[in-house]
């Protein structure tokens, strides 16, 4: 069998191929790891018929917040920034603790996924992941990076970003609310233009103060009150 193939090389795939991949929940940081914060907010009282709003919701706050930092540590990394002032804008923005430990937890492991399928080839410069930070950055600092590796543009990120935070949600309503995959499905399919919207919205942005600041205080509340809950099925 052949050995897969990584690094420069791996940027060649088509970007539909690219989103395919990147966006799969079995990666180390992908949607199996959490809920989206929907865990919490069902044990709060939040019914199935309701998930759509707080996807949508979702979407328009805290995942604006990820997809901009994301599109903005893409231009960075693009640009051999530092980075360090990305993961500051994206920290100033997501006051929960809770918010800030789970989305650096999940950099860690899309560290693993950048140096595993898209190191740095001969010649780049300094890597930053290599950086001693690195392994204290947000997940969507990190998926910057990787992105600028993979050929990933920024309407593309910003799409990926959006896609897999509404798929982590609705997938997470099935375990915990178990119900119809079909009607889930349409859920997602319903809040494509949504995505799309987020997209071309955070496309454009390029440095840190360029990053949106929308927040969501019960979304907030209800990652701090799961950070302290010992039966769970997601960490986040």
């Keep these: 069998m052949a050995a897969p193939t990584t690094g420069a090389a791996a940027g060649?795939?088509?970007s539909a191929l690219l989103l395919t991949l990147l966006a799969d929940a079995r990666l180390p940081s992908g949607g199996h790891t959490q809920s989206g914060g929907l865990e919490p907010a069902v044990r709060a009282g939040m019914?199935?018929?309701d998930v759509a709003a707080y996807a949508r919701a979702r979407l328009r706050t805290v995942t604006a917040v990820e997809a901009?930092?994301?599109v903005v540590?893409?231009?960075a990394a693009a640009a051999g920034e530092d980075l360090g002032p990305v993961e500051a804008a994206w920290a100033a923005r997501t006051p929960s603790p809770a918010l800030r430990a789970n989305a650096r937890r999940l950099g860690r492991g899309q560290l693993r996924v950048a140096r595993a399928l898209w190191p740095a080839a001969p010649g780049d410069g300094p890597d930053p992941c290599d950086d001693p930070r690195a392994r204290t950055w947000s997940r969507p600092v990190v998926l910057?990076?990787?992105a600028h590796r993979a050929g990933v543009d920024?309407?593309?990120l910003g799409r990926l970003v959006g896609y897999d935070d509404l798929q982590t949600v609705v997938a997470a309503l099935l375990k915990l609310?178990?119900?119809d995959p079909l009607e889930m499905s349409g859920t997602v399919l319903a809040l494509l233009p949504e995505v799309e919207e987020l997209a071309a919205r955070v496309a454009p942005l390029r440095r840190p103060g360029e990053i949106p600041a929308g927040g969501a205080p019960l979304m907030e509340r209800?990652?701090?009150a799961h950070a302290v809950t010992t039966e769970r099925l997601f960490s986040a």
């Design 177 to 179: 609310e178990p119900g």
């Design 68 to 70: 901009g930092t994301a």
């Design 73 to 75: 540590a893409r231009a």
């Design 154 to 156: 920024a309407r593309d």
């Design 47 to 49: 019914r199935p018929a």
């Design 12 to 14: 060649v795939a088509p």
């Design 144 to 146: 910057g990076v990787l």
């Design 222 to 224: 209800w990652a701090q």
